[in-house]
Antibody
Framework: EVQLVESGGGSVQPGGSLRLSCAASGFTFSSYWMHWVRQAPGKGLVWVSRINSDGSTTGYPDSVKGRFTISRDNAKNTLYLQMNSLRAEDTAVYYC????????????WGQGTLVSVSS | QSVLTQPPSVSAAPGQKVTISCSGSSSNIGSNYVSWYQQLPGTAPKLIIYDNYKRPSGIPDRFSGSKSGTSATLGITGLQTGDEADYYCGTWDSSLGAVLFGGGTKLTVL
């Protein structure tokens, strides 16, 4: 059974940093691209970042580029999101998601971890 | 506001059919596959349609997807109260180099 379990969320002050983790199991983690997607309270889904299977290629929207860094440890079956210079508008539930082999969708999602940025 | 446009809400009675539209442009829907996600209250999104019209294993055939030009549509027939959820379309934008999601549509089964 495919499982994705996020952790590392919490409360942080504006300008602070946080690192999220996503532990993967039930599939060959090193064979799949992975994504982070966030959802602000009461709002829609917003893509945050993606990484290819060996970690050599990453992508970000302009809203987080230069502040967030996605990475992975295939030996530990774990995906990470390092978030720096956090802003109030980064407050959201952060989901990790597996990109399907077709490359056009995310076929499995974790349960999410809440990040709250406030003073 | 999202690059992909969805109606904020739709509603229909149990047993009826509903459609949810997702409008984009040539750089996203017009040139890439569309997927649809169902998000039940308080839960993570779940893939229900991929590659425009395909259903993952376990998704009933009451759910269907289609695409024409720069728009996509999710259809749900035989509505059940358990279908009440937020539905999101998603695709890749070749110009932005980004994954896009629609703003979401809240389905109410009256």
């Amino acid at each position: 059974e495919v499982q994705l379990v996020e952790s590392g969320g919490g409360s942080v002050q504006p300008g602070g940093s946080l690192r999220l983790s996503c532990a993967a199991s039930g599939f060959t983690f090193s064979s799949y691209w992975m994504h982070w997607v966030r959802q602000a309270p009461g709002k829609g889904l917003v893509w945050v970042s993606r990484i290819n299977s060996d970690g050599s290629t990453t992508g970000y929207p302009d809203s987080v580029k230069g502040r967030f860094t996605i990475s992975r440890d295939n030996a530990k079956n774990t995906l990470y999101l390092q978030m720096n210079s956090l802003r109030a508008e980064d407050t959201a539930v952060y989901y990790c998601a597996r990109e399907s082999k077709s490359g056009s969708d995310s076929d499995y999602w974790g349960q999410g971890t809440l990040v709250s940025v406030s003073s | 506001q999202s690059v992909l446009t969805q109606p904020p809400s739709v509603s229909a009675a149990p047993g009826q059919k509903v459609t949810i539209s997702c409008s984009g442009s040539s750089s996203n829907i017009g040139s890439n596959y569309v997927s649809w996600y169902q998000q039940l209250p308080g839960t993570a999104p779940k893939l229900i349609i991929y590659d425009n019209y395909k259903r993952p294993s376990g998704i009933p055939d009451r759910f269907s997807g289609s695409k024409s030009g720069t728009s996509a549509t999710l259809g749900i027939t035989g509505l059940q109260t358990g279908d009440e959820a937020d539905y999101y379309c998603g695709t890749w934008d070749s110009s932005l180099g980004a994954v896009l999601f629609g703003g979401g549509t809240k389905l109410t089964v009256l």
